[in-house]
């Protein structure tokens, strides 16, 4: 699984997908397809896309959409990579992708 593909499933799923950084930090790939380190102040030491591949949980999180009375609370759902990768791979994007090739 690649940022472009923990991308696509955020976008589709309208999701914020959260993992930890090796330093400690936190990503977040956000339902516009934006990978966002809230806490970094400078550039940074590392690659997100390598920081991605040493992920090992994540948290994904729906976004309730805007001017929505009495929106249900969603629930942040923990997944482990497998999880997130078998729903990140089962695109149609990512199906079609792969017959292309």
Do not use: W, Y
Not at 30 to 50: H, M, Y
Not at 73 to 98: C, F, I, N, W, Y
């Amino acid at each position: 699984m690649t940022l472009v593909d923990l991308r696509r499933l955020a976008i589709r799923r309208q999701s914020n997908i959260r993992f930890v950084l090796r330093n400690g930090m936190e990503c977040v790939v956000s339902a516009d397809g934006i990978a966002r380190v809230p806490a970094l102040k400078s550039v940074p030491e590392f690659n997100l896309e390598q920081e991605l591949a040493s992920a090992t949980a994540f948290v994904v999180e729906a976004v309730v959409p805007a001017g929505m009375k009495n929106p249900p609370k969603p629930k942040p759902v923990s997944m482990g990579r497998t999880e997130l990768t078998a729903m990140a791979l089962d695109s149609p994007g990512a199906v079609a992708q792969h017959d292309d090739e």
